[in-house]
C-alpha cells in the first residue's frame, strides 16, 4: 500500500487537511505501507517555501512522519511539482500526439462571459468546445503566430464514468455534463486534475483519501488515467469538516489551523485522537480496556491498531472545541510534568513572566504546574493560573474596594496579623508546616471556615481565589528559596507576603 498526503503550500495547515493527513498515515501505519508527502506548489503566484516549511512543520508535531518526501527524498522524486514540469510536459505531448488532447486559445474573459450565460440560462457550466474543432495545422498557425495556447483534454461523448469509492460505494458520472478540462495552462504550468494523475502513477500510488470536495474531479482523472495508459488508484472520498452551524469550517468559526491550536496551548496528542474521531468510529474496545472505558480517548498507537477506511462514516464531521477542550483536558492531566513545563514557557513570556530555567528550575515549574494542569483546558491558561507566584502586590490587591472592605473588617484584620506573626519566626512552609501555621491563627483568634482561610488567601497570594491552598503556599516557599542560577523569576516568600500584607492593610483606617 502506497498512499500520499498533497497540500498546497499557500497558507496555514487547515485541521480539515490535517485529518486527511492523519488517515492516509493511520491507513499507511496500520498497514505496513509507504506514507508519501507530496508538496502541490505549481502556483507559483501563491506557494511559499515558507508555508511549505509551516506545513512539515505542523505534521511533525502532529507526531506525523513520512516515508518519502522533499525534505527526505525517495525512489519516486522529486517531490515537488515544480520540480517536475517536465514530466507534466512529457504526457501532454503523449495525449496532444494521440489526439487525446487538443490545444486551447480561448482568452479568459471570453471563458468568463461562457460560464456567466450558462449559468443565467440555468445550464452546467462547461467549456463550449470552440477549439475543439481546431485542426492540428490551425492551432501550429496560430503558435507561430505569437498565441500561446493552453492544452485542454478531449473528454470521450456520451458515456459514463464509473468507479468505486471505498465509502461511498458507486459513483456516477455522465460526460455530458464533464467538458474538457485544461490540462497545461498558457504559461505552461500543469493544471491539477492532469499533475495529480500523473504523479500518483509515477510514485505508484495505490489509495488515494481526500476530502469529498474532489469527488467531482476524479471523473476527470480516471479518464485521465485510461488515456494515459495507466491503473487508477483506489479512491476513498472523506466528508468535510465542519463548523457548528453545519457550514465548511472556516475563519468565521475560530481557530482552523494546526498551527492556531498548536499557539493556544493544545497538546498534538488531543488534537490527533480528536481529528480521528471526526467521521471514523473505532471499533472494539482498546487494548486492556472495556469497550466502555475512555472509548474516545484513544493515543497514536492505539489509533494504528484501529483505524480502517470500512468505519469511515457518510455524514459531515463537526469541529467542535469544546470537545477538543475535554480531550485536551485529559491529556494534560496525564503528560510527564517536565514537558508541559517546556511547553508552558512561551506562554510565561507572552504574560510577562521572561525566565530560562535550569534543570532546577523546570523542576520547580514542573512541580507547580499540579496546580494548574488538572483546572486548564489549554497550556496558555496556565499562566494565568500561576501568576500568584510571581507576581504578588499587597497595595493593588486592596484597590479592590470589594476586597478592601471586606478585609478591613476586624475579624479579618485579626487573621492577617496573627499569620504575619506567626510565620515571622517559622522556617519555608511545606504543607505539613502550613496546616499547623494555620491552626495556630485559628486558636488565637477563634476565626474558622471561610473567615479563617480567605484572608489568609488572599494575604498570601494576593487573590481571591486560586488553587488550594496545600498547594499553593508551599510552591510558595519552594520558588523563593531557588538560588537566582535556576533561572526562575525572584518569588517573594510568605513570612515576607504576610508581613507587607498586614502593613498595607494596616494602613486602611
Known amino acids: 500500500m502506497r498512499v500520499r498526503f498533497a497540500p498546497s503550500p499557500t497558507g496555514q495547515l487547515h485541521v480539515g487537511n490535517a485529518r486527511t493527513a492523519l488517515f492516509n498515515w493511520l491507513l499507511a501505519r496500520g498497514s505496513n505501507g509507504t506514507f508519501i508527502l507530496r508538496i502541490e506548489d505549481t502556483d507559483a503566484e501563491r506557494s511559499t ?25 525517495g525512489p519516486r522524486g522529486p517531490y515537488r511539482q515544480s520540480e517536475r514540469l517536465h514530466l507534466y510536459q512529457s504526457y501532454a505531448k503523449e495525449l496532444l500526439g494521440a489526439d487525446a488532447a487538443y490545444y486551447c486559445f480561448c482568452s479568459t474573459a471570453q471563458l468568463g462571459a ?49 468507479f468505486t469509492d471505498i465509502v461511498r460505494g458507486d459513483v456516477r458520472f455522465h460526460t455530458d455534463v464533464i467538458g474538457d478540462p485544461v490540462i497545461v495552462r498558457a504559461d505552461g504550468h500543469p493544471a491539477y486534475n492532469f499533475a495529480v494523475v500523473v504523479d500518483d502513477a509515477l510514485m505508484e500510488v495505490t489509495h488515494v483519501i481526500r476530502g469529498e470536495d474532489h469527488i467531482s474531479n476524479t471523473p476527470r482523472q480516471v479518464l485521465l488515467n485510461e488515456a494515459l495508459g495507466f491503473t487508477p488508484p483506489e479512491f476513498a472520498h472523506l466528508s468535510l469538516v465542519m463548523g457548528p452551524d453545519h457550514s465548511p469550517l472556516s475563519k468565521r468559526h475560530g481557530a482552523t489551523s494546526v498551527a492556531e491550536f498548536r499557539s493556544r496551548g493544545y497538546l498534538p496528542e488531543a488534537l490527533v485522537n480528536y481529528l480521528a474521531l471526526i467521521g471514523w468510529s473505532p471499533r472494539g474496545p482498546a487494548a486492556g480496556r472495556t469497550a466502555g472505558d475512555d472509548a474516545e480517548l484513544l493515543p497514536i498507537e492505539e489509533l494504528v491498531r484501529r483505524f480502517s477506511l470500512d468505519r469511515v462514516g457518510h455524514s459531515a464531521g463537526v469541529f467542535d472545541e469544546e470537545k477538543l477542550a475535554w480531550a485536551n483536558r485529559h491529556y494534560l492531566k496525564t503528560a510527564d510534568a517536565v514537558r508541559l513545563a517546556r511547553l508552558s514557557l512561551p506562554y510565561f513570556a507572552e504574560a510577562g513572566v521572561r525566565m530560562a530555567p535550569d ?61 504575619a506573626e506567626e510565620l515571622a519566626p517559622a522556617p519555608r512552609l511545606d504543607r505539613e508546616r502550613f496546616r499547623a501555621a494555620a491552626h495556630q491563627v485559628k486558636a488565637r483568634t477563634g476565626q474558622k471556615g ?34 537566582e542560577s535556576a533561572g526562575i523569576p525572584k518569588i517573594i516568600g510568605n513570612r515576607e507576603r504576610a508581613a507587607a500584607f498586614s502593613r498595607a492593610l494596616g494602613g486602611i483606617p
Open 359 to 419: 534543570d532546577r528550575g523546570l523542576e520547580f515549574l514542573a512541580s507547580a504546574l499540579a496546580m494548574a494542569s488538572s483546572s486548564v483546558d489549554r497550556l496558555n491558561q496556565v499562566p494565568g493560573r500561576l501568576a500568584f507566584l510571581f507576581d504578588y502586590a499587597p497595595a493593588r490587591t486592596l484597590a479592590d474596594a470589594a476586597l478592601r472592605e471586606e478585609l478591613s473588617a476586624d475579624a479579618a484584620r485579626s487573621v492577617v496579623a496573627a499569620l
Open 49 to 73: 517555501r515558507e508555508s511549505e516549511g509551516e506545513i512539515l512543520r505542523d505534521l511533525r508535531w502532529l507526531g506525523l512522519d513520512w516515508d518519502e518526501g522533499p525534505d527526505v527524498g
Open 450 to 483: 471561610r473567615a479563617l482561610f480567605h484572608p489568609i488567601r488572599v494575604a498570601l497570594t494576593g487573590r481571591a481565589e486560586g488553587p488550594e491552598l496545600d498547594l499553593a503556599v508551599p510552591a510558595i516557599d519552594h520558588g523563593a528559596e531557588l538560588p
Open 114 to 162: 461562457e460560464r456567466e450565460e450558462a449559468v443565467a440560462a440555468g445550464r452546467t457550466a462547461r467549456y463550449a468546445g470552440t477549439c475543439r474543432r481546431l485542426s492540428r495545422d490551425q492551432a501550429a498557425a496560430r503558435i507561430a503566430a505569437g498565441e500561446r495556447p493552453a492544452i485542454r483534454f478531449r473528454v470521450p461523448e456520451a458515456r459514463d464514468v464509473v
